[in-house]
């Protein structure tokens, strides 16, 4: 995969852990020198109160490549929910990324040449969580995140699913909503 990769888009939902530590990681990922790469550097540059741009990291002061930034998508105003995103979600992303170089989902010769946005859902819950489970939350994460790349780069699903697909799925929400229950 040498060919330029200017802008893809991807996302996953990966649940299954106690209430409160599911995923659903959207992403877009480019060339550093495109509309990706200009992105990332407005988002950096331009923070928003509760809704901070922080880089992955692997710990306080290690950053993965490709260079990976992420965006909240619930507005942050709590101590605890800060301490769990920018801590255990943050890590979980960063090695999420690099499952995906490790998988060949992104190819390695171009590692640093590509930007990755991550727009992160943390499930607020996570505030009032009596013993939550960060070992889980970290998993679902880094998996999650994987997954959302894995999509981007392979361009799944693809428009023929899409197409043969369509009258058979039923949004969660919409659904919930035509039984009156939202």
């Known amino acids: 995969?040498?060919?330029?990769?200017?802008?893809?888009?991807g996302e996953a939902l990966v649940a299954g852990g106690p209430p409160g530590t599911a995923a659903e990681p959207e992403v877009i990922i480019g060339e550093l020198d495109?509309?990706?790469?200009t992105a990332i550097?407005?988002?950096?540059?331009?923070?928003?109160?509760?809704?901070?741009?922080?880089?992955?990291?692997?710990?306080?002061?290690?950053?993965?490549?490709?260079?990976t930034l992420m965006v909240s998508k619930v507005t942050v105003n709590n101590s605890r929910y800060t301490n769990i995103l920018m801590g255990?979600?943050?890590?979980?992303?960063?090695?999420?990324?690099?499952?995906?170089?490790?998988?060949g989902d992104i190819p390695k010769e171009k590692a640093n040449d590509l930007g990755i946005i991550v727009s992160v859902w943390?499930?607020?819950s996570v505030i009032t969580t009596e013993n939550l489970d960060h070992k889980i939350l970290f998993d679902l994460h880094r998996k999650a995140t994987a997954t959302a790349i894995h999509k981007a780069m392979h361009n799944q699903p693809d428009i023929d699913w899409l197409l043969e697909n369509q009258d058979k799925i039923t949004h969660k929400y919409y659904q919930l909503g035509l039984d009156g229950k939202i």
């Open 34 to 37: 495109g509309p990706v790469g």
């Open 88 to 103: 255990t979600v943050q890590a979980a992303i960063a090695n999420g990324v690099l499952d995906a170089v490790r998988a």
């Open 1 to 9: 995969m040498s060919e330029r990769i200017v802008l893809r888009s």
């Open 41 to 67: 550097a407005s988002l950096t540059g331009d923070q928003v109160k509760g809704h901070t741009r922080v880089f992955a990291l692997l710990n306080t002061d290690i950053q993965v490549r490709p260079l």
């Open 122 to 124: 943390l499930n607020p």
